[in-house]
C-alpha cells in the first residue's frame, strides 16, 4: 500500500498541490474498501428483506444473480482503473475510448445519479429519524432534518478528505455492527418453517426471479466508487481494484446471509407486511421492542455515511470532466483535497428536490425520480464496459496472457450483460425520464463544446 515511486502524469494531475495540504490524505486501502461498501449499502438493507418477501425464498436465488453481476462489474472498475489509475472512474474510461461526448454523457448522467441519490436517502433518513424523535408531527420540522442530514456530510466533505474518510470508515464501521448481529446472531434463531413458499407469487420462476432482481437493483450502486476517486487513493493501480471487489464482497456478504437470517427469524406472513424487517428480526431474537430504536440508530448511521461517500463521489466526476474542459470551469476548483464547487453545488441541487418532494407532497414524481438514479448510474456502467471490451477488441490494454485475455473479455461480457439487465430493470417510466435528462445534457454539451472552439479559435 505505498505511493508509487513515481506516479503516471495523470495521477499527478488529479492530486496537483493538494498533496502538500495538512488536509488532504489519500485514502488507503480500508479507506477506499470502506467507501465502496458505505456507497453500497445505504438505507435499501433496512427494508430489502420485506421488499422481497411477496416472491417467497426464490428472491435469494435473485439476489446471488444480481451478486455475481455486480462482481463481474467491479472486476472490470479494477481492470479498468490499473489502465487508467486517475479521479473520474467512468468518466475517465469512456472518454479515452469514444471521445469527449461519451466522456461527458458518463459525467452527466453519473452527476445526476449522485444528487438525486443524495436527496433520497435523506428523505429516507427522516423516516428513521422519526423513532428517535417525532419530526413528522411538523412539516418544517422534517424538512429542516432532512436539509441537516444533507449538510452534515457536506461539510465535512468541504473540510477535507482527511475528514471524509474518517467519517465514512467510522460509519461503516459502526453500521456493521447491528448488520453482523442479525446476519450471523440471527442464523442461531434460524427456524425453517419460518421461511415460507419457495415460490410465493403466481408467475413463473423465471418471471419471479426477474421482478424480485428489478426491486433489488439499486442495492448494488456504488461498486464503481473506489474508480471514481481512483486519484485520491493511494497506489491506485493496485489499491482501486482490490478495494472494488472487496468491498462489493462484503456488501454481498451483508446482504445475502442479513435477508436469509431475517427469512429464517421472522414468520413470512408476518414479514410480508412488515415496515421494518430488521427490527421484527431483533425482537424475534431476543423479545422486547428495542429493536425498533436499535435499527433506526444503525439506519441513520448507514445513509449518514451513504450520504458522506456520494456527497464526495457527486463533486469528483465533474471536477474530472472540467479539468477536460468537458463541464464549467468552475468545478475544477479544490481546496483541501476536495472539489469545494461540486459539493455545494450538488448539496444545494439536492436540498432543492428535497424541499420540492416535501412541499409538493409528490411522493409519485420523486419515487420515479429514485427510480431514474438506476438508469443514469448505468450509462456510465454500459459506456464503462463497452470501453473494457473496445480496449481489450483494439488491442490497447496492458499486454496479458492469452487466458487472462479471454478471462477479461468474458467480464466485460457478463458486466455489460448485467448493465443492460439494470436498465431493463428501472421500468419504462424511469426510462423515459432519465432520457430526459440525458438529452437535456446534450444541450450542456453543445454549449460548452462551442465556447471550447470559439476560444481554441481566438
Known amino acids: 500500500m505505498t505511493i508509487l515511486a513515481t506516479p503516471p502524469p495523470e495521477l499527478i494531475a488529479a492530486t496537483g498541490a493538494d498533496a502538500a495540504d495538512k488536509h488532504t490524505r489519500r485514502f488507503g486501502l480500508p479507506v477506499a474498501t470502506a467507501l465502496v461498501m458505505g456507497n453500497i449499502i445505504g438505507g435499501g438493507i433496512f427494508l430489502l428483506p420485506a421488499s422481497v418477501a411477496p416472491f417467497g425464498t426464490i428472491s435469494l436465488v435473485a439476489f446471488g444473480v444480481l451478486t455475481l453481476g455486480a462482481i463481474a462489474l467491479a472486476l472490470v472498475f479494477g481492470r479498468l482503473a490499473e489502465k487508467h489509475p486517475r479521479t473520474g472512474g467512468p468518466y475517465v474510461y469512456a472518454r479515452e475510448a ?238 483541501r483535497g476536495v472539489p469545494t464547487v461540486g459539493v455545494l453545488v450538488t448539496a444545494v441541487l439536492a436540498s432543492l428536490l428535497t424541499v420540492y418532494n416535501y412541499t409538493a407532497g409528490s411522493e409519485g414524481v420523486f419515487e420515479i425520480l429514485v427510480l431514474v438514479t438506476t438508469f443514469t448510474a448505468t450509462v456510465p456502467y454500459l459506456l464503462s464496459t463497452a470501453a473494457q471490451i473496445y480496449f481489450l477488441a483494439s488491442g490497447q490494454s496492458a499486454r496479458v496472457s492469452r487466458p487472462r485475455l479471454l478471462r477479461d473479455a468474458v467480464l466485460a461480457a457478463l458486466a455489460f450483460g448485467f448493465s443492460m439487465w439494470l436498465v431493463a430493470g428501472s421500468g419504462y417510466a424511469a426510462v423515459y425520464q432519465g432520457v430526459l435528462f440525458l438529452f437535456a445534457g446534450v444541450l450542456v454539451y453543445a454549449w460548452i463544446a462551442a465556447r471550447k472552439t470559439r476560444r481554441q479559435a481566438a
Open 98 to 335: 469514444f471521445g469527449d461526448f461519451a466522456g461527458f454523457l458518463a459525467a452527466w448522467s453519473y452527476w445526476i445519479t449522485t444528487w438525486v441519490s443524495n436527496a433520497a436517502l435523506a428523505v429516507a433518513a427522516v423516516g428513521y429519524l422519526n423513532v428517535l424523535l417525532p419530526v413528522h408531527g411538523s412539516l418544517a420540522a422534517t424538512i429542516t432534518a432532512a436539509l441537516v442530514l444533507q449538510w452534515l456530510p457536506a461539510l465535512a466533505n468541504l473540510a477535507g478528505t482527511r475528514y471524509v474518510g474518517a467519517v465514512q470508515l467510522v460509519s461503516t464501521v459502526l453500521k456493521f455492527a447491528p448488520l453482523l448481529l442479525v446476519a450471523v446472531g440471527g442464523l442461531f434463531f434460524f427456524d425453517a418453517s419460518n421461511l415460507g413458499p419457495f415460490q410465493a407469487s403466481d408467475q413463473g420462476p423465471f418471471g419471479a426471479i426477474s421482478a424480485s432482481a428489478a426491486i433489488l437493483l439499486f442495492s448494488y450502486l456504488g461498486v464503481e466508487s473506489a474508480a471514481v476517486s481512483a486519484g485520491e487513493v493511494r497506489d491506485p493501480r493496485r489499491n482501486v481494484g482490490r478495494a472494488t471487489i472487496l468491498g462489493t464482497l462484503g456488501a454481498a456478504f451483508i446482504y445475502l446471509l442479513g435477508t436469509l437470517a431475517v427469512f429464517g427469524t421472522v414468520a413470512h406472513d408476518k414479514l410480508v407486511g412488515s415496515t421494518a424487517p430488521f427490527s421484527d428480526a431483533v425482537n424475534a431474537m431476543f423479545g422486547g421492542s428495542w429493536g425498533g430504536t436499535a435499527v433506526a440508530c444503525a439506519a441513520l448511521v448507514s445513509m449518514t455515511g451513504a450520504l458522506n461517500g456520494w456527497t464526495l463521489l457527486s463533486a469528483q466526476t465533474p471536477y474530472a470532466a472540467a479539468k477536460d474542459g468537458l463541464f464549467p470551469a468552475v468545478f475544477a476548483t479544490k481546496r
